[in-house]
């Protein structure tokens, strides 16, 4: 029993509390809200000791002492929450955007498809109060009135100006004996008529196929999904709503995934590829070598998905995971490998000085086809790795130790980074994520974007949320944020942030500007590969009340806290030079932050490139354009900002910590009720099964549920 949780305190700390977040009216009373970033609790806290006999005088004893050390310990306690209870946020039973209207656009179906240049938004009819919207098909349809194609986001390895820059990719194979080809992904040519537009971030910015939608049965039929175990499947789709779904398997063969190991699927692929990833040797004849032009070598890719010993891998993930590792790995020849970073929770476990007990605790953890892509570590581990001491914390909310998973969890990623030097950039990548979308065609396309963009104005830009509908072209956006950027007396950030400190560790010369903020003409940075890649904006914690905001250990508290960044979630692509500055500044510096506040603080120190990509994100319901701007770009006072108090106005949103929206929308789309709403008989009886374009979803907390 721990006497502390006697006392109001925020959700075990992890982040403030939801004001109202108990109330009745929220539409997300039922869906858990706490956040999911693999932490656990203490190493063995699952078991409890026996019973043991006492005589009446020791318990007597025993009772009267922890009576004493009970009143203290909540003594203690109180004094010590005591800053945090003041600033609680006021109980509200209410918010205004419970009251806007819902979309409904979003459950209509593939009998519902047309092609983009006949799609309207449902925005479009309901911002202009039109009550009565042009009728869909609501009728049972044979079949989706068009038809599927293989996805193919590969084209480029076919290009002329590819084959000439770079080796050519060698297919891969699914079984050593290269007879089971790697499977196609389907997508529909067409738009749900009248699925809402996003209220954040743009495809069209990114490069990413708008016009496509994407639902169950072409996006995971070829991983399993759809046919039985008896054929290599997953089944889960006995009860669902099928029509049309045949087409799929008349142009992929079913797979049996069986026997499957996709750690040497992956060692394959890269030692069929290797070439493409090296330095070409110059030939050794003088004429040869005058009229030599080498290939460019193509940087690899470690793809990071955070998991721990007792992790629950649904049928739904299995399919996830199939599709990150032939879409990411297997397809494009190597260019990434994607792993599974297990923490193994009970410390006890001597998996660091006996082989057989580090196999069997792999085995017990996770699937078969995965063990080949696993690697486990521990606590204990990073104790050893980062050594205290951490001196002069200047706040610790969480009360928690700085090696435990809660507010070390960048410590595995920094470890993973070193005793993998292979790798140019790392993806740490969380287990409640979904994707509706292609994954290769993805990540390439932010990684391009976020390669294009300039760096003045990059900071700034990446602090905000972009809503196209309001703030037109990207363009245009950009202007009005350098606006915005000189009437702010604190100016933008050109280069490293210098602040007074007790040691840091030196500059790169390479990230210092080339000329004055004033100077450039949008140039530096355009061309450069992002160091870091975020998914939700880079703000400033000072100017919130972000729980953690000041959870910053081994800088001297003789100078003033070091400014700070932070992007909510850790879920961002990181390169190699990020980590290793990291992995110093935390061992030889004796510098650390809160995980989700460090990377992003590592590149403002060291003026290294770092973007939010503005990707799609989508809202339940229907948001006044300029209130949504004020509330997310703009808030009055720090206690208003969406990053603390504000959450909740991210409760209805695709992507954050604590949505609601995203895991129903999930489970709607994979054909489960959600609230009583949807399932099979509705997709029967009315439009069929959803149909998304490409979105990133999170968190997905469960992904069964009742289909009829």
């Not at 938004?121 to 989706?144: D, F, L």
């Not at 070390?408 to 979904?434: K, S, T, V």
């Not at 509330?631 to 504000?646: A, E, M, Q």
Request: glycine letters at 8%; hydrophobic letters at 30%.
């Amino acid at each position: 029993m721990n006497p502390l949780k006697l006392l109001p305190t925020r959700t075990n700390s992890k982040y403030e509390r939801l004001p109202g977040a108990d109330s009745n009216g929220s539409p997300f009373n039922s869906v858990s809200l706490k956040k999911y970033r693999w932490r656990s609790p203490s190493p063995g806290a699952e078991r409890f000791p026996g019973f043991v006999k006492l005589s009446l005088s020791r318990l007597l004893i025993l009772a009267t002492t922890s009576i004493l050390c009970l009143s203290l310990i909540i003594i203690g306690g109180y004094r010590g929450h005591r800053r945090i209870h003041t600033e609680k946020p006021p109980a509200q039973s209410s918010y205004p955007w419970e009251r806007f209207e819902k979309f409904t656009g979003y459950f209509n179906g593939v009998g519902t498809l047309v092609p983009k240049s006949q799609w309207t938004p449902e925005q479009h009819y309901m911002s202009q109060n039109i009550t009565v919207k042009p009728p869909v098909n609501t009728k049972p349809s044979s079949h989706p009135p068009l038809d599927p194609f293989a996805f193919n986001p590969y084209s480029e390895y076919l290009s002329d100006e590819y084959k000439s820059e770079h080796f050519e990719v060698k297919e891969c194979y699914l079984d050593e004996a290269e007879t089971v080809r790697l499977p196609n992904v389907f997508a529909y040519n067409g738009l749900p008529q009248n699925i809402s537009e996003p209220s954040f971030g743009s495809y069209g910015v990114l490069g990413l196929r708008d016009d496509v939608c994407w639902e169950r049965f072409g996006r995971f039929g070829p991983y399993g999904y759809g046919y039985e175990r008896e054929e290599g499947g997953l089944g889960l789709a006995e009860k669902s709503e099928k029509v049309g779904s045949g087409k799929v398997w008349k142009q992929q063969a079913k797979i049996d995934y069986r026997n499957v190991n996709w750690g040497e699927a992956q060692q394959r692929c890269y030692e069929k590829n290797k070439k493409r990833f090296q330095n070409e040797t110059a030939p050794t004849d003088k004429h040869a070598r005058a009229e030599w032009r080498p290939k460019k070598p193509v940087a690899r890719q470690a793809y990071i998905l955070r998991s721990y010993t007792g992790y629950k891998y649904d049928d739904h993930q299995l399919l996830t995971m199939r599709a990150m590792i032939t879409e990411l790995s297997l397809k494009t020849g190597g260019e990434y490998d994607v792993h599974l970073l297990v923490q193994v929770r009970d410390d006890s476990i001597p998996i660091w000085t006996d082989r057989e007990i580090y196999q069997k605790t792999l085995e017990e953890s996770v699937p078969e086809e995965f063990w080949g892509i696993t690697t486990l570590w521990s606590e204990q581990l990073m104790k050893l790795y980062y050594p205290t001491p951490f001196p002069d914390n200047f706040d610790n909310p969480s009360g928690q130790p700085i090696h435990g998973v809660y507010r070390g969890a960048h410590f595995p990623l920094f470890w993973f980074a070193q005793q993998h030097p292979e790798y140019d950039y790392y993806w740490n990548w969380e287990m409640d994520l979904r994707f509706t979308g292609h994954y290769y065609e993805f990540n390439k396309k932010i990684s391009n974007w976020a390669k294009q963009q300039p760096r003045k104005g990059l900071w700034e830009r990446s602090s905000r949320y972009y809503m196209p509908e309001l703030h037109g072209s990207w363009s245009d956006f950009a202007k009005m944020v350098e606006e915005e950027t000189f009437m702010d007396p604190d100016g933008p950030v050109w280069g490293p942030v210098t602040f007074p400190n007790a040691g840091m560790l030196p500059m790169l010369n390479e990230t210092k500007p080339p000329r004055t903020y004033l100077e450039d003409e949008y140039e530096w940075g355009v061309g450069e590969e992002a160091d870091l890649i975020t998914f939700n904006p880079i703000f400033d914690p000072s100017k919130t009340n972000w729980v953690f905001r000041d959870d910053v250990d081994g800088y001297s508290r003789a100078f003033p806290i070091p400014p700070r960044r932070i992007a909510i979630i850790t879920v961002s692509r990181l390169s190699k030079r990020l980590l290793d500055i990291a992995h110093k500044e935390t061992y030889k510096m004796r510098h650390t932050m809160f995980p989700e506040m460090w990377p992003p603080s590592i590149a403002l120190h060291h003026g290294l490139k770092a973007a939010y990509v503005p990707h799609p994100v989508y809202f339940d319901r229907l948001w006044p354009l300029d209130y949504m701007d004020q509330i997310f770009n703009h808030p009055k006072k720090p206690t208003d900002s969406v990053f603390g108090w504000g959450e909740h106005n991210q409760l209805g949103s695709s992507f954050y910590y604590n949505s609601g929206f995203a895991g129903s929308l999930w489970r709607r789309w994979f054909g489960y009720k959600e609230n009583k709403e949807g399932g099979s008989w509705l997709e029967l009886t009315t439009t069929g099964r959803m149909c998304l374009r490409s979105t990133l979803l999170h968190p997905i907390k469960w992904e069964r549920g009742p289909t009829e």
